[in-house]
């Protein structure tokens, strides 16, 4: 069953989705050579408690950090830790959600490591990003959730690699519902997979984490001996991108973003709503 909020229950989302955005804030600034992911993860625990918030990644499951930190060949589930020592060069993941009063913030972004990264990392993150965007600004009534697979497909398909060849788009892994916990129906492919249908109608109060993943080779992964770390079958690096999203009356409302995803579906020609809190 499909989770539909009403304004208030939204409201909450919004207040969740902003000290996620702090935790990105934080986190992407801290992400220096020679930090640690474990570093990053006691700053996002900061920004939590000083918002007065709960992480919903820790113990989700076993998951022993507040964040997911997933470096280079790394998809996603990355957990923090001491041993890993960010380099010049790196190209790091943050997975981030926090808890307000019981309701969720879920979002993902990719950072770049000091310096020496190049032009196809950076593509390979800007064409993840702008993959998102195209899939949030489907958050449309109207619509149907197939058509948000769609746009983030169609976009990555469109886009050619630097070095040649195709993007992957990650299989295994896809968006979800969010609301009165992290992980909900309905579940979200970032392709179309025609045998799963149009999935259900988009309407006022569906809440969405929309987040492709994307490598520079296989749509293929596997999880470590932790149970938790996901990489890419043939080593190639990935990228990571997420934001959270509700449905209002008034049109789609991006929960995690601080503008609420004005400035950025204003150029795909998407007005949003009024933010949440007013």
Same mark, same amino acid.
């Given at each position: 069953?499909?989770?539909?909020?009403?304004?208030?229950?939204?409201?909450?989302?919004?207040?969740?989705?902003?000290?996620?955005?702090?935790?990105?804030?934080?986190?992407? !600034?801290?992400?220096?050579?020679?930090?640690?992911?474990?570093? *990053? /993860?006691?700053? !996002?625990?900061?920004?939590?408690?000083?918002? #007065?918030?709960?992480?919903?990644?820790?113990?989700?499951?076993?998951?022993?950090?507040?964040?997911?930190?997933?470096?280079? /060949?790394?998809?996603?589930?990355?957990?923090?830790?001491?041993?890993?020592?960010?380099?010049?060069? /790196?190209?790091? =993941?943050?997975?981030?959600?926090?808890?307000?009063?019981?309701?969720?913030? /879920?979002?993902?972004?990719?950072?770049?490591?000091?310096?020496?990264?190049?032009?196809?990392?950076?593509?390979?993150?800007?064409?993840?990003?702008?993959?998102?965007?195209?899939?949030?600004?489907?958050?449309?009534?109207?619509?149907?959730?197939?058509?948000? =697979?769609?746009?983030?497909? =169609?976009?990555?398909?469109?886009?050619?690699?630097?070095?040649?060849?195709?993007?992957?788009?990650?299989?295994?892994?896809? #968006?979800?519902?969010?609301?009165?916990?992290?992980?909900?129906?309905?579940?979200?492919?970032?392709?179309?997979?025609?045998?799963? #249908?149009?999935?259900?109608?988009?309407?006022?109060?569906?809440?969405? !984490?929309?987040?492709?993943?994307?490598?520079?080779?296989? !749509?293929?992964?596997?999880?470590?001996?932790?149970?938790?770390?996901?990489?890419?079958?043939?080593?190639?690096?990935? =990228?990571?991108?997420?934001?959270?999203?509700?449905?209002?009356?008034? #049109?789609?409302?991006?929960?995690?973003?601080?503008?609420?995803?004005?400035?950025?579906?204003?150029? *795909?020609?998407?007005?949003?709503?009024?933010?949440? *809190?007013?």
């Amino acid at each position: 069953m499909v989770e539909i909020k009403t304004p208030e229950q939204i409201a909450k989302m919004r207040e969740a989705g902003l000290v996620v955005a702090a935790m990105h804030e934080a986190c992407a !600034a801290a992400a220096v050579p020679g930090a640690t992911t474990k570093d *990053l /993860d006691e700053v !996002a625990a900061k920004v939590l408690a000083d918002h #007065g918030a709960k992480p919903n990644f820790l113990g989700y499951g076993g998951f022993p950090g507040n964040i997911c930190t997933s470096v280079n /060949d790394v998809v996603v589930h990355g957990i923090p830790s001491k041993e890993t020592v960010l380099k010049a060069g /790196d190209l790091l =993941s943050i997975d981030a959600g926090a808890i307000i009063d019981g309701w969720h913030g /879920d979002a993902a972004l990719t950072v770049f490591v000091g310096e020496g990264h190049s032009a196809e990392l950076r593509e390979l993150s800007r064409v993840t990003e702008e993959s998102m965007w195209a899939g949030l600004a489907a958050m449309r009534k109207g619509n149907r959730l197939v058509d948000v =697979s769609k746009a983030i497909e =169609s976009y990555i398909r469109r886009q050619p690699r630097p070095a040649g060849g195709k993007y992957g788009i990650i299989e295994d892994y896809g #968006g979800h519902g969010i609301g009165s916990q992290m992980h909900m129906d309905p579940h979200l492919l970032n392709y179309v997979e025609r045998r799963r #249908g149009r999935g259900p109608k988009l309407v006022p109060g569906m809440c969405l !984490a929309i987040e492709p993943m994307v490598s520079l080779g296989t !749509a293929r992964t596997h999880v470590l001996s932790d149970e938790w770390t996901v990489k890419t079958n043939d080593g190639t690096w990935s =990228s990571h991108w997420e934001h959270s999203i509700a449905l209002t009356e008034q #049109g789609p409302f991006v929960l995690t973003a601080p503008d609420g995803g004005r400035a950025k579906l204003a150029e *795909l020609g998407v007005e949003v709503a009024p933010d949440p *809190l007013g």
